[in-house]
């Protein structure tokens, strides 16, 4: 129960960052550490059959299950892409805007087109 | 011989196989660059016309092909399952991919978006065959991934801004699936729908609450995408600033595939019935606020972007009583036909819409609705002396006031129809009213205006490329081709969608009457009516109230958690 527990705390904070943090940068590793709380969260439901690497030998038993660590290596490598792709568009707010406060770039983008 | 076990994963390979080669194409130069481009295009979005084409017969039939990718175990590997409203959702697809494509090639460098634009085909193709609740996700942020580049090309501050809100309000909403990814599995140790609704079946009171949040959880996540109020934000900035062929594709496309694709997990629990009937709901509602917020915008390109969230509106709107009523029952299959009419049909005119008046503002160099007027003069006197642009937005026109005999006129017609005598429909009606206001403000910029100084003509550097009125001619005939035919189409979605049964009940003579004619002549006398109010004082000053209330990024997420704490309650409590 404690590590769920701690996975949801781990939550909280990314999604704290995401909603209450005004820098865009903190916003980017809110959405890094919510991710990573998944995936924690899938890997510690497939060691509920077993701690062992799944690799089927004579003797070896309570082995965890495989799937979700498969779908979290997806899952791990579309957040990279993500985090990667969300930096980039912050650096060109930034050359923008020359600030990290989301307020800030959206008023002066409104201010340019406008 | 190619089997049609084999031609179903044609949608999504060929558009990677595409992908691949413009690739390639990028890391040469010239004209052997420019071919491989082109022939990577045709790959990824002309043959896979050939592969649904000879699907087609079998898919009207009923046929269905499922499996497991690899033939793996069930249990293990990915299942896919290719239906009637797999063929459809691709048909809509490649249908304005196409001409989206084509029409970014009068773009001077073309090498990073067809790559892009290729996978992101590829995703919904693939979607479109989904059975796999996870492979669902993959091909979510996919599809994702490479419109938030799209969005971005276009290389505006506004742009990168609108990409960035987007790619967060989705990424996050994307962790949401997973935890209700994590709870089927955790309740049933399976990830295909199949095995989750069996799984689901045999456990007390089909999973309990642990289910229903979880799917609440996935319906959720999914919405975001489809637009639907409260969970719009990112899509006005995102389609108004995105390149014209994206915004065609994103309105067109991306909004409804992932809704199609979400009626086959909402069918995973008895009470993904009640998720529908709240979807429903707000499908009406966002039918009539986005009408009227596309009224009070001056942007061009943002009336538009309002006009597609009213439009998801009366697709959602259709969608959730089909939901509602059993996707597998007749009432339902019928209301997803009218459903999924109005997708087709919308896609093909707003795509019309986005291109046209993205052409206009680029020539003009105005996107101000209130400042720009006498566009038709312009673009003849700047090269277009076989008008296009003006008749292709005319088609457009008639079409999204669903005047008859356009296409929008018919699926309009026939969710009004189906929906007969419950609120949703008033709701639709006004909308349809606030439209043709809205629309009728639009057209005022290809007319001369006394009260309005015209633009100065300065000669264009550059002519329009050939292109750009192939597109809008393809799209055109689309429009005017679904408009004639319009009632043996939507007879066919029915067919297709209900595995070959006959169970369409409006022919061409159910739309044609004497008193819906009456209807229509009053809603368009009402829609001048409120356009005229709309130009007065009072009105201009609620209306630009109405423009800038106050929007933020925080907004998106707070909209997002009301929308997920609703949806979970509805349905628990329902």
Known sequence: MIERCLIFLLFLTGFHAIIVRKNVIKKVFGLGIINSAVVILFILEGSRSGNSAPIIQPGVQDVVDPIPQALMLTAVVIGVCLTALALTLVYRLYTHSLSLHIDEIRRKIHDTTH | MIQHTDLIFAPALLPLIGAAAAFCAKSLRGKTSRYLEIAAGCTGLVLPFFALFLLYKSTLYGAVYKGVIGNWYNDVGISYRFDGISWLINFLGFIIALP??????????????????????????????????????????????????????????????????????????????????YGFYRLTGSLSYDSIALGLSLLPDNGGHAAVISLALITGAVVIRVAVMPLYGWLPDAHALAPHAVSAVLSGVLIKTPLFALSRVVDILPSGRAAGELMGYAGAVTAFLAAVISLSQSDVKRLLAYSSISHIGYIVCAWGAAV?????????????????????????????????????????????????????????????????????????????????????????????????????????????????????????????????????????ASSTSGSVYISQIFLSLICLCSGLFGPFLLHTFSRILSGGLREWPFSARSFYTIPGIIKIIFYSAAGFGLYTLSNTHSVNRVLYLIKERPRSFDGLFTAFGLGLAATAAWMLFR
């Open chain 2, 100 to 181: 989206a494509w084509i029409y970014a090639q009068s773009e001077k460098d073309t090498k990073t978006f067809t790559p892009l634009f290729l996978i992101q085909t590829a995703a919904v193709g693939a979607m479109a065959m989904c059975a796999d609740i996870f492979n669902l996700f993959v091909c979510l942020e996919i599809m994702g991934i490479a419109s938030y580049i799209l969005v971005a090309s276009s290389a505006k501050p506004g742009a990168f801004l609108a990409s960035f809100s987007y790619l967060m309000i989705s990424a996050s909403a994307m962790v949401f699936f997973l935890f209700g990814v």
């Open chain 2, 324 to 460: 509602h009523a059993g996707t597998h029952t007749p009432e339902g299959r019928i209301l997803m036909s009218a459903a999924f009419g109005h997708a087709v049909f919308h896609a093909a005119f707003k795509g019309l819409l986005f291109l046209s008046v993205g052409i206009t503002a680029d020539r003009t160099g105005n996107r101000d609705i209130t400042a720009l007027r006498g566009a038709v003069k312009f673009l003849y006197r700047n090269g277009e002396k076989i008008p296009v642009t003006f008749p292709a937005f005319c088609i457009g026109f008639f079409s999204i006031c669903a005047l008859p005999p356009f296409n929008g006129f018919l699926s309009k017609s026939s969710i009004s129809l189906l929906l007969a005598g419950n609120w949703q429909n008033v709701f639709l009606i006004a909308a349809g009213v606030v439209t043709i206001a809205a629309f009728i403000r639009l057209a005022r910029i290809y007319f001369p205006d006394k009260n309005v100084p015209s633009p100065t003509y300065t000669p264009l």
